[in-house]
């Protein structure tokens, strides 16, 4: 335990000097964290360049765990403004290559037998090679081409011991960090700890690859990595390996690709996977998706997926309706109604800027708008009134943006509207068709069954509660909770000032005393003991009523910004 104390303060003067280095040394004056370390890092002039492109380099520095954070926050729109999202996406995850033999004793340490015994050969030089894996190609006895990932050892007990630390630092920065709720420094190294430990069981990853095959099983125009689960475990796991160009090479490329049928295929699967599905890839970016022969997309890296209920899907439906007949109140109810307010808002005002933002787009057909500046401002709209967005949605929004952009150079003429309104009809039916079991007809006769069922013995209650003199109403007041804290703070001026008086009053009737007869004031050591803790008092006194609430919270987003 000591030993590794003095290891975690060494690592947090590392990630302290960085932070300066870049120029956010004002996070760490703030949050008197040089009082922990002992000593203050030296400020120099931060590098050149956006505060945005700042902390990007500033993350890279730090290592693989903040190199991931970085990757998980670029998909997380809700916490970041847009810029930072750019350029987080830009973060490249790499590391020295292992050794094929320690790669190999991996293998047989995951699997239980040795490598030779389960495949045919193996690739010496690794196709990527990552802070938390290495792939290699690899061939089978049957003569099968094959991918194998391999986690690289003692990442868990770094990731953990990065997390701790980011922890201890988070905890340090709530007294100057705005915002509440999840999005508080302690609230995203929380989520960021559980989604980089459930990125570490690679049995998670071979879950949704099962499921994503099990979806796409009758959709040709879309390929899913054959999943060996014999050849997998929660360190190892073993692939089809996919023949064909990278989505990214295509774009730059588009030589023997019909370039309209790969957009309506791109759209199609995307659409199935959020109308349909619930399941979608949380990070479709170009090169996380092959185009194989034919104009099919291959789907690669299931590590980060979102999952939709049917009223989630549903609420998409109407959001996206609703923005298409420019309706500022049903927006702003369904903003009110998926997310997670944090306090009492004014709809009214939520409803004019609403209704403000719709108006940019007036005129406009729905396929020329920007959907992924459009969601972007509705987040901002909605953290503005501190309503929380669920992490589905906040990953739904940057993978739609992304689907967006690719489909919009594959090609710019798609209407998309055109497309969506198949899947948008059928979802809607479902909904309210009385035949059907996975709409929603049903189950909202079900509530109607249980509201008329629960009220009248609820409302029994409530009469029985008010005969009997048991029947209580809480009101909450923010003005009425300020004005007894000020009330407060007032008794406790005046108590202090009163014990600040009397010492004096004493200190100067002892000073008298002693000085009878004497041809100088004689000053004795109670009574300059009384002085000084009277303008001990009246210091503290002072300097509370002046410097209290003063020093406002940093809000993060308006800082980065």
Known sequence: MPIQAVQDLKRLREISAVVVRHGFGQLWDRARIWDVLGRREQSDKPSPGSTAKRFRETLAELGPTFIKLGQILSARPDILPPDFIAELSLLQDSAAPMPLQTVLQLIEKGLGKPANELFASIEPQ?????SIAQVHRARLESG???????????????IRSDTDLLF????????VIEETGIYTPTGIVTEFRSAMLLELDFENEARNIE????????????????????????????????????LKEVLQDPAGVDRKQLARHVLDASFHQLFTDGLFHGDPHPGNVIVVEGNRIGLLDFGLVGRLTKNMQEAIVVLVLAISLRDPDTVARLLYKVGVPDER????????????????????????????????????????????????YAVLSKASATTEGIIRQLDPELDVKEVALPYAKKLLYDRY????????????????????????QQMAQILMDLEGGKFHVTVRNDE??????????????LFAGMIAA???????????????GATTTVWPIPALVGLALAAMLFGAAMTWTLISGRLKKISVRRFLK
């Open 433 to 456: 068709n009385p035949g059907s079991m996975s709409g929603g007809f049903l189950r909202v006769l079900l509530q109607l069954q249980g509201f008329l069922q629960d009220t009248p």
């Open 126 to 130: 690794p196709m990527a090679s990552a």
């Open 480 to 493: 009425l909770t300020r004005l007894n804290t000020n009330i407060k703070a007032l008794g406790i001026l």
């Open 345 to 392: 808002i004014n709809l009214h005002q939520f409803r004019a800027d609403i209704h403000d933002l719709l108006e940019r787009y007036l005129g406009l057909k729905l396929s020329e708008v920007d959907s992924g500046a459009l969601m972007a401002t509705l987040v901002d709209l909605a953290l503005k009134y501190k309503i929380k967005i669920p992490k589905e």
């Open 211 to 246: 499921e994503f095959a099990r979806n796409h099983a009758s959709r040709p125009y879309v390929v899913i990595p054959r999943l060996h689960r014999e050849l997998s475990c929660r360190t190892v796991i073993t692939l089809e390996e996919l023949k064909g160009r990278k």
């Open 144 to 158: 099968e081409d094959v991918v194998v990932k391999v986690q690289r050892p003692g990442i868990e007990e770094q």
């Open 168 to 175: 201890y630092l988070a905890r340090f920065l709530e007294g």
């Open 502 to 516: 009397s010492l004096i009053v004493g200190a100067f009737s002892m000073a008298g005393r002693a000085s009878e």
